[in-house]
């Protein structure tokens, strides 16, 4: 299982939130370049960006800051990135600028057609990104809850074509209060593409109960405030999901 580390980006800054609140960051760079290169050489073989300005503004801010990242990484591992991707000329330049895939959240909700567009336009490179809690779909930084079951749309979306779900528990994002595994693995048994987790993971015990479900269908896990906190070691953590990878294959 992949362990894939967040870098989220407010201001030009690396910063984590609380249960995504623009108001409880915690800076722990002002140096994201500086910090996906640490974790490369902690052993990561892909990266997580979120562009939270992005995300509430409806359109890149942290442009200076990715571009950054990305001359940083060079063609030595993934990168993907969230946070205000709403068009297909944005997709374009995210992917023209070297990233390998663009995670659509809100807006796939919000507008179906645009992330079915995106599949066509751009097949193997779109994630999506499903936010809930309970079960229903989030929207908009998570300030707005919908109707929308959690695996009736990641169905759909499936079928348009995305490559990966990225499924988030916000009532655990940034908390260290672990993953919420078992609507993980539900949401993963419901699908055949593969599900990343994300939100919660606060230890090592966490690493090694979702590789227990890895089978399921989940491929990794984004971890964010457990690495920069020091509750989780990062190239421990992925020795260990390698390792839950070599056992279930002997």
């Known amino acids: ?29 002002e140096n994201p370049a500086a ?8 052993g990561a ?11 509430f503004a409806g359109k890149p801010k942290n442009e200076a800051a990715i571009k950054d990242i990305l001359n940083e990484v060079g063609d030595e591992i993934p990168v993907q990135l969230g946070g205000g991707i709403r068009d297909l000329d944005t997709i ?16 796939a909700v919000k507008n179906p057609g645009f992330l079915h567009d995106a599949c066509g336009a751009f097949p193997g490179h779109i994630i999506v990104g499903l936010d809930a809690r309970d079960g229903k779909v989030a929207v908009d930084g998570w300030s707005k809850m919908t109707g929308h079951d959690v695996i009736d749309l990641a169905k759909k979306f499936e079928d348009y074509g995305v490559e990966a779900v990225i499924y988030t528990d916000i009532g ?11 609507a993980t693995v539900k949401l993963a048994q419901a699908l055949r593409i593969p599900v990343i987790a994300s939100g ?34 990062f190239r421990k953590a992925q020795a260990e999901a390698d390792k839950g990878k070599k056992a279930s294959a002997a």
């Open 92 to 107: 374009e330049r995210c992917l023209d600028d070297g990233l390998s895939y663009v995670i659509i959240g809100t807006a």
């Open 200 to 233: 919660g993971i606060a230890s090592l015990k966490d690493v090694k109960a979702l590789c227990t479900v890895e089978s399921e269908g989940i491929m990794g896990a984004i971890t964010g405030r457990a690495i920069y906190e020091g509750t989780l070691d």
């Open 35 to 42: 910090m996906a290169r640490h974790w490369i050489e902690k």
């Open 1 to 29: 299982m992949l362990l894939i580390p967040a870098i989220d980006l407010k201001d030009g800054h690396c910063v984590r939130l609380r249960q995504g609140a623009m108001d409880d960051a915690t800076v722990f760079s």
């Open 172 to 182: 655990r994002d940034g908390m260290l209060s672990g993953v919420n595994i078992e």
């Open 45 to 55: 073989r892909r990266l997580h960006l979120v562009d939270l300005n992005g995300a």
